[in-house]
């Protein structure tokens, strides 16, 4: 992914409203204990400006839903950061979000999530591309790993923290190896779990009190 760049906020002139960005998406959902009262969703992405060279990456926590429906929102959620109409190409190796959007299944379950996805969708063009999970494209691994980290952090990865994994994986030797990015990612997942395995835990002095204790008489 060399030669790739963050996103800045800009602004575009009258002569641009005629302009369709060409974009990939690359995106991803995890579920940890999937189907369980305590299930732990989250989604990821990455998200290529291609004409432009700009990288945005995504990690949303999506709480108790399950796996499939944790598919449908990465896909939603990755269209939701475009601001204008762009020709979309999105990859993912849920074949039953790829499947369902190209027409071969029918949307019998899920429907408020689907609803979701195809209101996203709008204004679009999109094509649908499936796949193969883990099968080492780094791109769709990255996806992967973000979302993992929203899951198991259980909580949106701040935009601070996604622009610097956003660096870490535009320097990479042409995408084809993303272990600065995961090196980085495991650190801010486990910042993130620190503070809510601390959070609320009283510490006391490892040494004998000096002064009587305010919680005393």
């Known amino acids: 992914m060399t030669g790739f760049r963050l996103v800045k906020e800009e602004g575009f002139s009258t002569a641009d409203k005629d302009y369709t960005p060409i974009v990939s998406i690359y995106a991803d959902a995890s579920c940890l204990g999937n189907g369980s009262a305590d299930a732990s969703a989250g989604c990821g992405a990455v998200i290529i400006d291609r004409n432009r060279k700009e990288v945005k990456l995504l990690?949303?926590?999506?709480?108790?839903i399950t796996n499939q429906q944790a598919e449908i929102l990465a896909c939603a959620s990755a269209i939701d950061e475009l601001r204008r109409s762009c020709r979309v190409e999105?990859?993912?190796d849920s074949k039953y979000v790829v499947d369902t959007m190209t027409g071969l299944n029918r949307m019998k379950t899920n429907r408020l999530f689907w609803n979701q996805l195809v209101e996203s969708s709008l204004g679009?063009?999109?094509?649908?591309?499936?796949?193969?999970?883990?099968?080492?494209?780094?791109?769709q691994e990255a996806a992967d790993r973000l979302a993992r980290a929203a899951s198991t952090a259980m909580i949106d990865i701040p935009a601070d923290d996604l622009n610097l994994l956003a660096e870490h994986l535009s320097r990479e030797d042409n995408g084809l190896n993303i272990r600065s990015f995961e090196i980085e990612l495991d650190k801010i997942v486990s910042r993130?779990?620190?503070?809510?395995?601390?959070r609320g835990r009283i510490y006391r002095s490892?040494?004998?009190?000096?002064?009587?204790?305010?919680?005393?008489?």
């Open 90 to 92: 999105i990859f993912s």
């Open 206 to 217: 490892e040494y004998p009190a000096t002064f009587p204790s305010a919680f005393s008489a």
């Open 124 to 139: 679009h063009h999109i094509t649908w591309r499936w796949i193969r999970g883990h099968d080492g494209e780094p791109l």
């Open 59 to 64: 990690a949303k926590y999506l709480g108790p």
């Open 192 to 198: 993130f779990q620190f503070v809510r395995e601390t």
